[in-house]
């Protein structure tokens, strides 16, 4: 399935609230000033993610996972690449040289900000979707890219789609780009469309 | 509750974390013995009771939030790096700074169907992994610093910047308000090298007696100062207190031996602890200070030694080019004399005899001063190579004829073997026939009677090679990399009447690499013979094989009116007797005024004149015979010791026709006699 120029666009305004309480939070937890966008929003059969992913990361991914469950329910992700990862880590909680090490304190800074951004858009999306979601605690994974995919595929029946939303941090003048994959089965998909155009339709009017 | 007690039970039992839970009203519904341990606060004595009445810094620090956020059903994860801890509980290690426990906490929604029923915070203390992971970048960080001083070290730089650079490594690294490289002076007083923190009016230079801390270089191990007020040897140090030092890690940077280079010093205004790595930082990078300040001495020391041999090897080349033209001025009229002797027609054996050993061995001796010239004419880069093409066998033959003499003497047989086809050779034809004649004198020399000499040469793609090979008294290993140095000679025992001063090869080596080619020394040991190889540049094979003709001998001179000038009398003489015995009609005179009365007189055709004059030299009496209308005609002809391009250029400029070099060949000026023909009025 793909999104109109429209649904893209309710989905980037949408995402954006979700970025600007998220990055709010990192700013007030750092005591630095950052800054959260989308540089895109795209949808894509599973199936064929894996090279929409290869715009924002490459080799050895750290992912933040959390099911979701619900009337909608699916699978968010937060994905950034290890260097990508270290380097935000280390601009986040002034971590010293970033390393691709990711030690333990560095993934739990990581788990906290995928949290953060994931519980912010998750409860956007449920505001819009007026449902509450059920979440899952939240982990952390390295893993290569490859192999994190597969995993979705794993005692799946029926087809899924992924809204894949870019996500650029930038802190200090540094900029770190991963990216916000939301699976959905097709019927919750369905659901989750018709809701963004409805709140499309909404705010042209009001 | 939404949390059994079983399974909160066991999920006591499978790990070392505090379990706090709540109902919705976040009223303490579970509290586990970790908690109770840790907090002092029993099971019961917490259960019932409100979190927040609890815990009320859990509000003023924000933590509120994350228990509403999960009562809404969203898990909170809280990371030590951005909040320390959660509960304020003891650190489990004691003595350490932070004081508290450092935590790392989940808070995640209790669910009842569809409900949230409450919280459950699970805690785990973090202390540990936190202090490791400072360890760690603390010595990677030290280790970071260290390769960037040693980089620094090895780069070279100037010692004050290296202190620069190391003292501020050090007070980043372990994070300290101060920090100081000093140095002590050869006269006990301190100056510094560099500093951090310190105030600009800070003094530079210290008394021992003034910087107390000084004395810490008097230790080898490093001095930690933990309060300066309680440290008597400290205490009185103005400088650190006046800037308000408190703690203080001090080590001493090595010198040469036993003394002190100086010290390097880390200082903080807060009391603290430095630990056995802060020690091991500091000291090393003392270290690479000391090693940098030993590698700068031992620098300069070089640079001196190295400028005093030049200079020792200068004045060397100097005697040697001066004691050889000092000896060949009293060869000239030895050989002159000679000349005359053989010239002169006896029956005496006896008179014949002597005059054959005197040829020989001044022919010897011209040989020796010779080759003492060419060495250090060559090691000055006084002689220019007058390159041509030239035959290869050509020089073969030229050089074996050199060495027939000692060859037939001692009874060798040689062996000569060169390819069919001509080989040609861009070389100075002089210099090449000296090599290949020393080479084969060598061979003869230093083989016993009978013995065997081979000379061969093969085309090698674009090269020549000249192998000259003997069965002689062959090299010792140790002599094959000396032989070409100057004046080494084998010590072997034996016949010993051919002498030598060491030269031959030194020259043989020099002229050959001054060919671009190489020259090397083979031998299977004592007694084993030897081989010498020399490899030139060959020209290509289709090179025209002709060489520069040599001009035809001019038709043979009648008597020529002479004048030779010099104030060697003997040397001056003895060529006017040569001279005179092959026909011509000479005068002598022995200084410049002398030498133009005379010129004046008799109107001499050809005048040799001896550049070296006391009051008036050649130069000056040259230039006034071509000032002269009446002796403009004479053939100038400059005799002097000194041959090179410089020297021939200033003759040429005072007037002479001719230029030779000491001691005079009577071939050579018989030659430029014949070239000029007699002109009208000169009978």
Known sequence: MTLSDSQKDAVTELVNIAFSRTAAALSELTGNRVELTVPEVSAHPIGDLLPALGKFVHGEVATVHQIFGGPVSGDAFLLLDIEGAARLVSLLAEAGAPTTQMGASAREVLGEVGNILLNACLGVFGDLLEVRFTFAVPRLHLDSLGSMLDSLLIGVDEIRHALLIGARFRVKASEVTGCMVLVLGVTSLDMFVAAIEDWAERATHS | ?683
């Not at chain 2, 840790?38 to 228990?67: I, K, Q």
């Not at chain 2, 350490?96 to 209790?110: F, K, T």
């Not at chain 2, 008036?616 to 391009?645: C, K």
Request: glycine share 8%; hydrophobic share 40%; net charge negative.
């Open chain 2, 1 to 683: 509750m939404g949390l059994s007690p079983g399974l909160f039970g066991q999920l006591d039992a499978i790990g070392d974390w505090g379990l706090l839970a709540t109902d919705r009203t976040l009223t303490i519904t579970g509290w586990n013995r970790w908690l109770a341990q840790r907090t002092g606060v029993a099971a019961e004595d917490a259960v019932g009771r409100r979190l927040f009445d609890l815990f009320p810094d859990l509000v003023s620090r924000g933590f509120e939030r994350y228990f509403r956020q999960a009562l809404v059903g969203q898990t909170a994860i809280l990371s030590q790096r951005f909040h320390k801890y959660i509960l304020p509980l003891p650190s489990p290690i004691s003595g350490n700074d932070p004081e508290r426990m450092q935590q790392s906490a989940r808070i995640v929604p209790l669910v009842a169907g569809e409900h949230v029923a409450g919280t459950l915070t699970i805690l785990e203390d973090v202390t540990e992994r936190v202090f490791r992971e400072a360890d760690l970048q603390l010595r990677n960080r030290q280790q970071a610093a260290l390769a960037y001083s040693a980089r620094s070290a090895l780069a070279g730089n100037d010692i004050a910047d290296l202190c620069r650079k190391m003292v501020r490594q050090l007070a980043e690294t372990i994070g300290a308000d101060f920090a100081e490289a000093l140095e002590v002076q050869p006269d006990g007083v301190w100056a510094s090298l560099a500093g951090i923190g310190w105030s600009e009016s800070s003094t530079t230079v210290f008394e021992a007696s003034e910087a107390t801390r000084t004395l810490a270089v008097l230790q080898s191990e490093p001095v930690v100062v933990r309060e300066l007020h309680a440290t008597p040897q400290f205490r009185s140090d103005a400088h650190l207190l006046t800037h308000g030092v408190t703690s203080g890690l001090i080590v001493r940077i090595p010198g040469r031996g036993a003394q002190a280079f100086g010290l390097l010093g880390v200082y903080t205004r807060l009391q603290r602890r430095f630990t056995p790595d802060e020690f091991q930082f500091a000291q090393a990078l003392a270290d690479i200070i000391g090693t940098a300040a030993e590698r700068k001495l031992l620098e300069a020391e070089l640079r001196v030694r190295a400028e005093e041999l030049a200079e020792a090897d200068r004045r060397k080349d100097e005697f040697l080019a001066m004691l050889a033209h000092e000896l060949r001025n009293p060869l000239a009229p030895v050989r002159n004399a000679v000349q005359i002797l053989q010239a002169t027609r006896t029956d005496d054996p006896v008179v014949v005899r002597l005059t054959e050993m005197l040829s020989r061995q001044v022919r010897h001796m011209a040989h020796l001063v010779d080759d003492l010239l060419d060495v250090s004419r060559i090691t000055r880069g006084k002689v220019d190579l007058q390159k041509e093409h030239v035959i290869l066998t050509d020089v073969v033959s030229r050089a074996v004829e050199i060495a027939r003499p000692l060859i037939e003497t001692r009874r060798h047989d040689l062996n000569i073997s060169l390819p069919p086809d001509p080989i040609l050779i861009e070389a100075d034809p002089t210099r090449l026939t000296q090599i290949l004649g020393n080479l084969l004198n060598n061979a003869a020399k230093y083989t016993e009677d009978g013995g065997h000499i081979w000379v061969s040469a093969i085309r090698d793609h674009c090269d020549v090679v000249v192998s000259v090979r003997d069965s002689g008294i062959g090299l010792a290993p140790e002599m094959l990399s000396r032989v070409f140095d100057l004046f080494t000679q084998e010590n072997r025992t034996i016949d010993r009447s051919q002498g030598g001063l060491g030269i031959g090869l030194t020259l043989v080596k020099r002229l050959v690499e001054m060919h671009a080619g190489t020259v090397r020394a083979t031998s299977d040991g004592p007694g084993r013979g030897s081989e010498f190889v020399v490899r030139l540049p060959a020209l290509p094979a289709c090179q025209d094989v002709t060489t520069d003709a040599k001009p035809s001998e001019p038709p043979v001179a009648s008597s020529r009116r002479l004048l030779i000038v010099d104030d060697n009398v003997d040397s001056a003489e003895s060529m006017a007797e040569l001279l005179t015995l092959v026909g011509h009609q000479v005068r002598t005179a022995h200084d410049g005024p002398a030498a133009l009365r005379e010129a004046q007189a008799h109107r001499p055709e050809f005048v040799l004149l001896d550049i070296g004059l006391p009051r008036m030299d050649g130069y000056e009496v040259a230039r006034r015979m071509r000032d002269n209308p009446d002796l403009r005609s004479a053939t100038l002809i400059a005799m002097t010791g000194y041959g090179q391009d410089e020297d021939r250029r200033k003759t040429h400029e005072a007037g002479f026709g001719y230029h030779l070099v000491k001691p005079l060949n009577l071939e050579e000026v018989s030659r430029i006699l014949r070239a000029i023909p007699t002109r009208h009025g000169d009978v």
